[in-house]
């Protein structure tokens, strides 16, 4: 029955859980689509909590995952909240961390890099900060996950500059390109090339780059905004095969 506020520094993010999309642009209360249908307008998602906004909402398992927390008009960069796990074809229905009868729970990585994106890699959730990354495994009550640093000097640039390829994540970090498969990591371009990337990504832009994937022809595309531009204008493409 509105406009929503999202813009080109609060993009779209979410998944599907269960069936069901979830959508959150970080300013707005995070909406479901449900049923699916042309005639049905997205609504806010059920028992989502009061005065709470996150950065990026992920699914992973029958669970939600909201990175980069803001409660109350406090920022809680270094915040993962997580929902209580939903049903086959439902949303979660409660957030409530107090709750004890919930899966629901929070937990804060330890660094000063924020909190920027995640995306599964086998059985783990790996989470993102600006100069860290962490895995996240599903250990049950009352914990519920585990949190656990991967790589203490490597995160990732923006939201969304990770693509999952055969068992392991091309990642877009602040001053590399780079590929691991959550144990190891290697950089997938030469001195003169990265060199070349980061001189012509805009400085007041990076946060609008992303990675996205071309699987007929084995690439993966790094778009990114040139010197001057506001919006992504060209791509650095990696054949991972060749």
Known sequence: SADYAASLDTLWNG????????????????????????AQKLTALPAWPANTLVRVLR???????GFDVKQGGNRFPHRVMWSHSADPGT?????????????????DLAGTGHVIDALPLRDALIVYKENSTYSAKFVGAPFMFQFQEVFSSSGMLSPDCAVEIDGSHVVLTSNDLIRHDGTQMQSVIDKVTRRWLFKNIDSAMYNR???????YFNEVWVCFPELGATRCTKALVYNYKD
Do not use: H
């Not at 699914?59 to 995952?65: A, L, Q, T």
């Not at 409530?96 to 899966?103: E, G, H, M, P, R």
């Open 59 to 65: 699914p992973w398992r029958n669970y939600m995952f």
């Open 15 to 38: 998944g599907v859980l269960n069936g069901v999309p979830i959508l959150n642009n970080g300013v707005d209360v995070p909406q479901v689509w449900a049923p699916v249908s042309t």
């Open 209 to 215: 780059c992303f990675l996205t994937k071309n699987v």
């Open 91 to 107: 949303v979660p229905d409660s957030w409530d961390i107090s709750d004890t009868t919930k899966d629901a729970g929070e937990f």
